[in-house]
């Protein structure tokens, strides 16, 4: 029965009812599409992605991992939601082999990056004893307790606009929607069908050309992620830096890569394989990619456009 249901839907002549919503949140917009369901699911997805950035936010003092900061070393009960995305951050910098790091706060501050970009009166402030780079592999959960070692500092960061697209999307199937599209600042989680009926296709956009577009893709259940170095600047005493840190300089990071895209199964593993193309270089992505059956394209500084051999590129 369901294929029937699913073949009038989605006949040539007609499309399922799409709807949508967007907001302000994380530091940056993000954008819910959902097909079938209801009207109020998308609204519904952006309040659950504005509770992620309440209780995850360094800019405010009484997030969970605002005050997982202030409590080093010292057991600290969080969320079911927050245990998840700091294992998630831990598994990644193993993964990375320390490509991807969490705890790069206080260099990330030291890079000019103090103030959130939404409400420059906001900022973050850590304990005076807090390294430039910590300890992910110290850090012990037990149950939905953390303890980050003295000096250990974390930043949801990109990882959590990651995880929290795909919390939402998968919140969204289980409310019924037929397919669901939740972009949280680059980062992007697809699932079932798009409005069209078959694969979410995707456009890959110029980090300093919003109107060129470097590639479409065509994806069905994945986590999609773009970073790059040309946005989010600063200057710190003269020189002109950037929120990518590389996790062995603790400065901005200076690979051969202005903007790298990845797909992954999910948002969450997308968003933390970009940081190789930086921390690394963009062979190491591509090698990383490779090995876990991702997909990976790299905007050169030399403005030449790589990918990995299986690009699921499309012509719309």
Same mark, same amino acid.
């Given at each position: 029965? $369901?294929?029937?249901? &699913?073949?009038?839907?989605?006949?040539?002549?007609?499309?399922?009812?799409?709807?949508?919503?967007?907001? %302000?949140?994380?530091?940056?917009?993000?954008?819910?599409?959902?097909?079938?369901?209801? @009207? #109020?699911?998308?609204?519904?997805?952006?309040?659950? !992605?504005?509770?992620?950035? /309440?209780?995850?936010?360094?800019?405010? +003092?009484?997030? #969970?991992?605002?005050?997982?900061?202030?409590?080093?070393?010292?057991?600290?009960?969080?969320?079911?939601?927050?245990?998840?995305?700091?294992?998630?951050?831990?598994?990644?910098?193993?993964?990375?082999?320390?490509?991807?790091?969490?705890? $790069?706060?206080?260099?990330?501050?030291?890079?000019?990056?103090?103030?959130?970009?939404?409400?420059?009166?906001?900022?973050?402030?850590?304990?005076?004893?807090? !390294?430039?780079?910590?300890?992910?592999?110290?850090? &012990?959960?037990?149950?939905?307790?953390?303890?980050?070692?003295?000096?250990?500092?974390?930043?949801?960061?990109?990882?959590? %606009?990651?995880?929290?697209?795909?919390?939402?999307?998968? =919140?969204?199937?289980?409310?019924?929607?037929?397919?669901? $599209?939740?972009?949280?600042?680059?980062?992007?989680?697809?699932?079932?069908?798009? +409005?069209?009926?078959? @694969? =979410?296709?995707?456009?890959?956009?110029?980090?300093?050309?919003?109107?060129?577009?470097? @590639?479409?893709?065509?994806?069905?259940? @994945?986590?999609?992620?773009?970073?790059?170095?040309?946005?989010?600047?600063?200057?710190?005493?003269?020189?002109?830096? &950037?929120?990518?840190?590389?996790?062995?300089?603790?400065?901005?990071?200076?690979?051969?890569?202005?903007?790298?895209?990845?797909?992954?199964?999910?948002?969450?593993?997308?968003?933390?394989?970009?940081?190789?193309?930086?921390?690394?270089?963009?062979?190491?992505?591509?090698?990383?990619?490779?090995?876990?059956?991702?997909?990976?394209?790299? $905007?050169? %500084?030399?403005?030449? =456009?790589?990918?990995? %051999?299986? =690009?699921?590129?499309?012509? /719309?």
């Amino acid at each position: 029965m $369901l294929g029937g249901i &699913h073949a009038a839907l989605f006949s040539d002549s007609s499309q399922a009812q799409s709807f949508s919503a967007e907001a %302000k949140l994380m530091g940056t917009m993000a954008r819910v599409t959902t097909v079938g369901g209801t @009207s #109020e699911l998308p609204r519904q997805i952006v309040d659950q !992605l504005h509770h992620f950035d /309440a209780i995850w936010s360094r800019f405010e +003092p009484h997030s #969970e991992i605002s005050e997982l900061n202030n409590h080093q070393d010292v057991p600290f009960a969080v969320s079911e939601d927050t245990r998840e995305l700091v294992e998630l951050m831990i598994r990644g910098h193993a993964l990375t082999q320390g490509a991807f790091d969490p705890t $790069l706060l206080p260099a990330l501050l030291g890079e000019g990056y103090t103030s959130s970009l939404v409400n420059p009166e906001k900022t973050t402030v850590l304990p005076a004893h807090s !390294l430039d780079r910590g300890d992910p592999q110290g850090i &012990h959960i037990t149950g939905n307790t953390i303890t980050l070692p003295r000096g250990t500092t974390l930043d949801s960061g990109g990882a959590g %606009k990651g995880f929290a697209a795909d919390r939402a999307a998968g =919140w969204a199937r289980r409310q019924g929607a037929l397919g669901v $599209l939740v972009d949280v600042g680059g980062d992007v989680r697809v699932n079932g069908v798009s +409005p069209r009926g078959d @694969s =979410w296709r995707l456009a890959i956009e110029h980090p300093e050309d919003p109107t060129h577009r470097l @590639s479409a893709v065509a994806v069905g259940d @994945s986590g999609v992620a773009t970073s790059t170095i040309a946005k989010r600047r600063f200057s710190v005493e003269g020189r002109e830096t &950037h929120h990518l840190i590389d996790p062995d300089t603790l400065r901005s990071s200076q690979s051969d890569v202005n903007q790298a895209t990845v797909i992954a199964p999910t948002a969450g593993e997308a968003e933390i394989a970009t940081k190789i193309a930086f921390s690394r270089d963009s062979a190491a992505l591509f090698a990383y990619a490779n090995r876990h059956s991702f997909q990976a394209g790299c $905007l050169l %500084k030399s403005g030449e =456009w790589l990918t990995t %051999k299986g =690009w699921p590129e499309t012509d /719309a």
